[in-house]
Nanobody
C-alpha cells in the first residue's frame, strides 16, 4: 500500500497561518476523493476540505473563507493553506484518499496543528 505522508503542522498563534502538504506517492489525477480531515481530542473526525471527482471542492462551513485546498498533480501532492487560524482549529489533520469508489479509504499518519497564544 502506498503511504500518505503529511507535513507542515506545528504551533501557531491565533490569526496565523500554516500550510499542510500530503505526499500521495502515486498519481492523484481523477481520484474519487482526496483531501483533509481533522480530529480534535474528544471529538469525531470531521471533513475539512476535499476534492471530489471532477475537481469540485467541498469545505466544512467552519473553515470556509479561511482554508484553501490545492493540488500539484506533477508532484502528487495535495495541500491545505490555513489562514486566520483560531484555537478551534487545533486538531490532528489527516490526509485522505479514495482512488475509486470501490477502493478502501486511505489515511495518513496525521500531523498536529495547535493554535494557541
Amino acid at each position: 500500500q502506498v503511504q500518505l505522508v503529511e507535513s507542515g503542522g506545528g504551533l501557531v498563534q491565533p490569526g496565523g497561518s500554516l500550510r499542510l502538504s500530503c505526499a500521495a506517492g502515486e498519481s492523484i489525477s481523477n481520484f474519487n476523493k482526496i483531501g483533509w480531515y481533522r480530529q480534535a481530542p474528544g471529538k469525531q473526525r470531521e471533513l475539512v476540505a476535499v476534492y471530489l471527482s471532477g475537481g469540485v471542492t467541498n469545505y466544512a462551513d467552519s473553515v470556509k473563507g479561511r482554508f484553501t485546498i490545492s493540488r500539484d498533480n506533477a508532484r502528487n501532492t495535495v495541500n491545505l493553506q490555513m489562514n486566520s487560524l483560531i484555537p478551534e482549529d487545533t486538531a490532528v489533520y489527516y490526509c485522505y484518499t479514495k482512488r475509486f469508489w470501490w477502493t478502501n479509504d486511505r489515511w495518513g499518519q496525521g500531523t498536529q496543528v495547535t493554535v494557541s497564544s
